[in-house]
Nanobody
Framework: QVQLVESGGGTVQPGGSLRLSCATA????????GVWYRQAAGKERELVAT????????KYANSVKGRFTISRDNAKNTMFLQMNSLKPEDTAVYYC????????WGQGTQVTVSS
């Protein structure tokens, strides 16, 4: 059974940091591109960052470039999102996503940036 489980969300002050994790199971994660999305209240879901399977090539949304870093540990079937210099506009539910045979989503983890 394919599973994606996010963790690491929470509340942080502006300028702070959080590290999100996405633990996967049920397929060979190393072969597939991993994606982080986020959705703020009342807004559409936004692509944040992607990382390819074997080469680990990375892409970022302009809004997070230079502040967020996506990474993966294929041996542990896990993907990460290191978020630094957080801003109130980063507040959202963050989801991980993998396109395997079909698209799979995690349940989401809330990130709140507030003073």
């Amino acid at each position: 059974q394919v599973q994606l489980v996010e963790s690491g969300g929470g509340t942080v002050q502006p300028g702070g940091s959080l590290r999100l994790s996405c633990a996967t199971a049920g397929f060979d994660f190393s072969r597939y591109t991993g994606v982080w999305y986020r959705q703020a209240a009342g807004k559409e879901r936004e692509l944040v960052a992607t990382i390819t399977g074997i080469s680990g090539s990375r892409k970022y949304a302009n809004s997070v470039k230079g502040r967020f870093t996506i990474s993966r540990d294929n041996a542990k079937n896990t993907m990460f999102l290191q978020m630094n210099s957080l801003k109130p506009e980063d507040t959202a539910v963050y989801y991980c996503y993998v396109l395997f045979d079909i698209g799979y989503w995690g349940q989401g983890t809330q990130v709140t940036v507030s003073s």
